[in-house]
């Protein structure tokens, strides 16, 4: 067994990743919250919150969206990430100046946590923005992104 192996979940005692077991963790309720950061050159952020959007449509209403279909695709987009019965996901923006702030919820009934699936909302939506965003300003910063709650199974 490696030294690494020992203290890596996700690594193999030959060195290899691996996904977790978690056949025999108890279902729990499991609810993570995670946010990220998009900062907006001052003319662009005014133009969303006057508009609703930039030229190539709704912006908040498409990241919001993209940002939940994001969440329900985790275990695609991650390598080894355990697809997850989502009961519910939530992804809404809050201004703070030229500043948006996203914040993502999940939540489900399994044996393994949400976090992936709550940092994986936020972080497409504020890519989402930028994407919708960039010919119209070329200054847009995405980050933080952070895990802020993580509630249920063992370490909840």
């Given at each position: 067994m490696s030294d690494s192996s020992k203290y890596l979940s996700h690594v193999s005692p030959s060195g290899?990743?691996?996904m977790v077991d978690v056949s025999g963790k108890k279902a729990t309720s499991r609810i993570a919250?995670?946010?990220a950061w998009v900062e907006l050159e001052e003319s662009v952020a005014e133009k969303i919150r006057q508009t609703g959007g930039v030229d190539k449509g709704?912006?908040?209403e498409t990241a919001r969206l993209a940002g939940i279909m994001a969440?329900?695709?985790?275990a695609e987009l991650i390598p080894l990430c355990h697809p997850l019965p989502l009961d519910h996901v939530d992804v809404e923006a809050q201004w703070q100046d030229n500043r948006l702030r996203w914040i993502g919820s999940a939540?489900?009934?399994a044996g393994t946590g949400v976090e992936m699936e709550a940092l994986t909302a936020v972080s497409v939506a504020a890519l989402?923005?930028?994407d919708m965003v960039k010919s119209a300003g070329k200054q847009t910063?995405?980050?933080p992104i952070r895990l802020l709650e993580k509630r249920g199974g063992k370490s909840g």
């Amino acid at each position: 067994m490696s030294d690494s192996s020992k203290y890596l979940s996700h690594v193999s005692p030959s060195g290899e990743a691996r996904m977790v077991d978690v056949s025999g963790k108890k279902a729990t309720s499991r609810i993570a919250r995670a946010e990220a950061w998009v900062e907006l050159e001052e003319s662009v952020a005014e133009k969303i919150r006057q508009t609703g959007g930039v030229d190539k449509g709704p912006v908040l209403e498409t990241a919001r969206l993209a940002g939940i279909m994001a969440a329900k695709k985790t275990a695609e987009l991650i390598p080894l990430c355990h697809p997850l019965p989502l009961d519910h996901v939530d992804v809404e923006a809050q201004w703070q100046d030229n500043r948006l702030r996203w914040i993502g919820s999940a939540s489900c009934r399994a044996g393994t946590g949400v976090e992936m699936e709550a940092l994986t909302a936020v972080s497409v939506a504020a890519l989402t923005v930028y994407d919708m965003v960039k010919s119209a300003g070329k200054q847009t910063k995405i980050g933080p992104i952070r895990l802020l709650e993580k509630r249920g199974g063992k370490s909840g």
